[in-house]
């Protein structure tokens, strides 16, 4: 009997023991739903064959994403095989089982990975979870079961474009960091125009922009950027083999100011020509024609299935006319074959005319202006989009400059569509949630990077509560993971860069063949049209044509650049010193001396001070998300922060942005427009 229990004793600590040895859950973003651990490790490597189930074909090209992003983040040249499962290979199925839901996915990690979805969504947001697993862990995979879905079917990010332009490559960028997250849904808002205030109350002066190339309205598309119709094809077509739906917003009848700039007869008088004239029947011609190009025809703009027309923010002196605008334009982009949405709107513009709610969804971002209840009951379906907490508006000092990470952790979730108003858990039409970016604030030299910083922590945290919705870890565990991680495979729009010391580069620039000084080893310097000053210890820039190109692209936040520079007069003005694929830093020539300044995103920044030709000065140029300064001969120069542009005797401002990622791509410039002159120890401190 005492032998018994003895054995019993033993048996229940080894239980204990082997329990305790299985694999804790893997550390991603949004973390997964259900986790059975096991013992022991897959080993992921270049040999690794991914291999497609040979009944499901059209699952090749999205596990094709997935070898390429293997290949640039691990160099794993990994093959992609249509065939059934080998072994120590991933392997890639539908299933037609209920138990798996839209977009979720179950993968079982043993000898091999078997990967089961139910839709070609839920496969490729497994690959997502399986990159995240080998950022955080390395190449050994813990062994153990994944089922894992999302609690909500819209997890979603709004762009203002319109009063910023955004490359279409900041775009793909974009679809490749939400895909990562698991972010579905990516609206673009394609036209809006700035506050009237700041352009003397004219509205002919005030800036407006739509960025999409019109064929019917030639000349509407904004000439300081927009896309080709080809463009915007091709990257809603990205998002769909991204696993996210880009949705393009045309905003009417109010936010319209680039179409009554192209077409004046079609602005209210009345309420401002940022408004529609709603009982103009030319305002409906052109709405009609606006709309009709993009989504007719045999070869459609608006690939999608989606398609929002904004409706925000009409005069409320006008709800009967807004409400029978809204309902002919909700109806006129189903009757063209796409599912509508629109900002809410009702609540504020209450009225007596009957607005169509059917498979109509509402994006509910105000109290004042919506009712969520209300809207749910007549049958509208309810993205949550609050502003108080969701909307970030850039430097602008009212609403949010980067969103609260912490409070939406621990607070949030999709049903507190408002600050007075909570829909209870599992609500039907409550579909989700989305947040956006506001560029009210034209003009502000708010960079594409600078928008990228506030948005990329916001997409971490809530992608965890949209797909998650109830939180394990504690926050800071979470803001931890949140830091390390990265963008998106092949993304750095924050310019990181891997250093082993706070020293990033360290060149002496003074010879044939310069090494990097740094722990690093940077070494891959490429030169063209290079010579040595053995005098001063130096390399010479001898013509316009001369550039040294570095292994880095750039470096973000926070930074300080130190190089020696000794200018000819022979420079050229507007020669570049160091250029980049975001910026370039250049000299201005005036008065028989020069300037430094530095260019992004169309605005061009210089500070004060001026320095003489044929002279050694030691420079240096520090950044962070609020400035630039300029170092000279070991002490600050100048601080480019704080400026702001002022109307009615300062009670409407807006806050300058005189930021710089720094471009280390090219000393000199790639383009013939290098400076000429001497350059020599050249040091990147990450700060």
Same mark, same amino acid.
């Given at each position: /009997?005492?032998?018994?229990?003895?054995l019993l004793?033993?048996?229940?600590?080894?239980?204990?023991?082997?329990k305790?040895?299985?694999?804790?859950?893997?550390?991603v973003?949004?973390?997964i739903?259900?986790w059975?651990?096991?013992?022991? &490790?897959?080993t992921?490597?270049?040999n690794?064959?991914?291999v497609?189930?040979?009944?499901?074909?059209?699952l090749?090209?999205?596990?094709?994403?997935f070898?390429?992003?293997?290949?640039s983040?691990?160099?794993?040249?990994?093959?992609?095989?249509?065939?059934q499962?080998?072994?120590?290979?991933?392997?890639?199925?539908l299933?037609?089982?209920?138990a798996?839901?839209?977009?979720?996915?179950?993968? %079982?990690?043993?000898?091999?990975?078997?990967?089961?979805?139910?839709?070609t969504?839920g496969?490729?947001?497994?690959?997502?979870?399986?990159?995240?697993?080998?950022?955080?862990?390395?190449?050994?995979?813990?062994?153990?079961?994944?089922?894992?879905?999302p609690?909500?079917?819209?997890?979603?990010?709004?762009l203002d474009v319109?009063?910023?332009?955004?490359?279409i490559d900041?775009l793909?960028?974009?679809?490749?960091i939400?895909?990562?997250?698991k972010? %579905?849904?990516?609206?673009?808002?394609?036209?809006?125009?700035?506050?009237?205030?700041?352009?003397?109350?004219?509205?002919?002066k005030t &800036?407006?922009?739509?960025?999409?190339?019109?064929?019917?309205?030639?000349?509407l598309?904004?000439?300081?950027?927009?896309?080709?119709?080809d463009?915007f094809?091709?990257?809603?077509? /990205?998002?769909?083999?991204?696993?996210?739906?880009?949705i393009?917003?045309?905003?009417?009848?109010?936010?319209?100011?680039?179409?009554?700039?192209y077409?004046?007869?079609?602005?209210?008088?009345?309420?401002?020509?940022?408004?529609l004239?709603l009982?103009?029947?030319?305002?409906?011609?052109?709405?009609?024609?606006l709309?009709a190009? &993009?989504?007719?025809?045999?070869?459609?703009?608006?690939?999608?299935?989606d398609?929002?027309?904004?409706?925000?923010e009409y005069?409320?002196?006008?709800?009967?006319?807004?409400r029978e605008?809204?309902?002919r334009?909700?109806k006129?982009i189903?009757?063209?074959?796409?599912?509508?949405?629109?900002?809410?709107?009702?609540?504020?513009?209450?009225g007596?005319?009957?607005?169509?709610?059917?498979?109509?969804?509402v994006?509910?971002w105000?109290?004042?202006?919506?009712?969520?209840?209300l809207?749910?009951?007549?049958?509208?379906?309810?993205?949550?989009?609050c502003?108080?907490?969701l909307y970030?508006?850039?430097?602008?000092?009212?609403?949010?400059?980067f969103?609260?990470?912490?409070w939406?952790?621990?607070?949030?979730?999709?049903?507190?569509?408002?600050?007075?108003?909570?829909l209870?858990?599992?609500t039907?039409?409550?579909?989700?949630?989305?947040?956006a970016?506001?560029?009210?604030?034209?003009g502000n030299?708010?960079?594409?990077?600078?928008?990228?910083?506030?948005?990329?922590?916001a997409v971490?945290?809530?992608?965890?509560?949209?797909?998650?919705?109830n939180?394990?870890?504690?926050?800071d565990?979470?803001?931890?993971?949140?830091d390390?991680?990265?963008?998106?495979p092949q993304?750095?729009?924050?310019?990181?860069v891997?250093?082993k010391?706070?020293?990033?580069?360290?060149?002496?620039?003074?010879?044939?063949?310069?090494?990097?000084l740094?722990?690093?080893g940077? %070494?891959?310097?490429q030169?063209?049209?290079?010579?040595?000053?053995?005098?001063?210890?130096s390399?010479?820039f001898?013509?316009e044509?001369?550039f040294i190109?570095?292994?880095?692209?750039e470096?973000?936040?926070?930074?300080?650049?130190?190089?020696?520079?000794?200018?000819?007069?022979?420079?050229?003005?507007?020669?570049?010193?160091?250029?980049?694929r975001?910026?370039?830093?250049i000299?201005?020539?005036e008065?028989?001396?020069?300037?430094?300044?530095?260019?992004?995103?169309?605005y061009?920044?210089?500070?004060?001070?001026?320095?003489?030709?044929?002279?050694? &000065?030691e420079?240096?140029i520090s950044?962070?998300y609020?400035?630039?300064?300029?170092?000279?001969?070991?002490?600050?120069?100048?601080?480019l922060?704080?400026?702001t542009?002022?109307t009615?005797?300062g009670?409407?401002k807006?806050?300058i942005?005189?930021?710089?990622?720094?471009?280390?791509?090219?000393?000199g410039?790639?383009?013939?427009k290098?400076?000429?002159?001497?350059i020599?120890?050249?040091?990147?401190?990450k700060?």
């Amino acid at each position: /009997m005492k032998l018994q229990k003895i054995l019993l004793i033993f048996s229940l600590l080894v239980a204990i023991s082997l329990k305790a040895q299985t694999n804790s859950a893997p550390q991603v973003i949004p973390s997964i739903q259900q986790w059975e651990g096991k013992t022991g &490790y897959f080993t992921f490597s270049e040999n690794t064959p991914l291999v497609v189930d040979k009944n499901f074909p059209q699952l090749e090209s999205y596990i094709s994403v997935f070898s390429n992003d293997l290949q640039s983040l691990y160099n794993f040249k990994a093959a992609v095989t249509l065939a059934q499962a080998k072994s120590q290979s991933v392997f890639f199925t539908l299933s037609s089982e209920t138990a798996i839901p839209e977009e979720g996915y179950r993968i %079982n990690i043993d000898e091999n990975i078997i990967i089961t979805a139910s839709s070609t969504k839920g496969i490729f947001w497994a690959t997502r979870t399986l990159l995240q697993m080998l950022e955080n862990g390395g190449n050994r995979i813990p062994k153990g079961i994944i089922n894992d879905f999302p609690m909500y079917s819209h997890r979603g990010f709004m762009l203002d474009v319109g009063r910023k332009f955004f490359t279409i490559d900041y775009l793909r960028d974009y679809i490749k960091i939400l895909s990562y997250y698991k972010i %579905n849904e990516f609206q673009i808002h394609l036209n809006d125009n700035g506050f009237k205030v700041f352009y003397n109350d004219d509205w002919d002066k005030t &800036y407006s922009a739509f960025r999409l190339q019109s064929d019917v309205f030639p000349g509407l598309a904004a000439k300081d950027g927009h896309y080709t119709k080809d463009e915007f094809r091709d990257l809603q077509k /990205m998002g769909m083999l991204y696993g996210v739906n880009v949705i393009p917003e045309i905003d009417v009848p109010a936010h319209s100011l680039a179409f009554t700039h192209y077409k004046p007869e079609i602005g209210s008088d009345k309420y401002g020509k940022d408004h529609l004239d709603l009982y103009h029947p030319e305002t409906y011609k052109f709405v009609d024609a606006l709309y009709a190009e &993009y989504l007719s025809g045999e070869n459609p703009v608006f690939v999608g299935a989606d398609v929002h027309i904004g409706t925000d923010e009409y005069d409320k002196g006008e709800s009967e006319k807004y409400r029978e605008f809204t309902d002919r334009y909700l109806k006129y982009i189903q009757k063209l074959g796409k599912n509508v949405r629109m900002w809410g709107g009702l609540r504020w513009l209450k009225g007596e005319t009957p607005v169509h709610s059917e498979n109509v969804v509402v994006n509910a971002w105000s109290y004042d202006w919506v009712d969520p209840e209300l809207s749910l009951k007549e049958g509208y379906k309810l993205i949550s989009t609050c502003d108080t907490w969701l909307y970030i508006v850039p430097a602008a000092g009212y609403y949010r400059d980067f969103l609260d990470e912490k409070w939406l952790y621990e607070e949030w979730t999709p049903e507190k569509v408002n600050r007075k108003e909570t829909l209870p858990e599992g609500t039907k039409g409550l579909l989700g949630g989305m947040f956006a970016v506001w560029n009210d604030h034209c003009g502000n030299g708010i960079s594409q990077q600078d928008v990228h910083i506030r948005t990329l922590p916001a997409v971490k945290v809530l992608s965890e509560k949209m797909w998650k919705r109830n939180t394990s870890a504690n926050f800071d565990t979470f803001k931890k993971l949140s830091d390390r991680m990265g963008e998106a495979p092949q993304v750095n729009l924050s310019g990181k860069v891997t250093s082993k010391t706070n020293l990033v580069m360290h060149y002496a620039l003074n010879s044939k063949k310069e090494k990097d000084l740094s722990e690093n080893g940077y %070494n891959e310097l490429q030169r063209n049209k290079i010579g040595i000053s053995k005098k001063d210890n130096s390399l010479v820039f001898k013509s316009e044509e001369s550039f040294i190109k570095t292994p880095i692209l750039e470096i973000g936040y926070d930074y300080r650049v130190d190089f020696n520079l000794f200018l000819n007069p022979e420079t050229i003005d507007d020669a570049i010193l160091f250029e980049g694929r975001d910026s370039k830093v250049i000299i201005k020539k005036e008065d028989n001396q020069f300037q430094i300044g530095f260019s992004r995103d169309g605005y061009t920044y210089y500070f004060a001070e001026k320095f003489d030709f044929e002279k050694w &000065y030691e420079l240096g140029i520090s950044g962070d998300y609020k400035g630039t300064s300029l170092y000279v001969n070991g002490k600050q120069s100048e601080r480019l922060e704080g400026k702001t542009h002022s109307t009615n005797n300062g009670k409407n401002k807006i806050y300058i942005q005189q930021t710089l990622v720094f471009p280390l791509q090219y000393i000199g410039s790639s383009n013939q427009k290098s400076f000429q002159g001497k350059i020599k120890n050249l040091k990147v401190i990450k700060l």
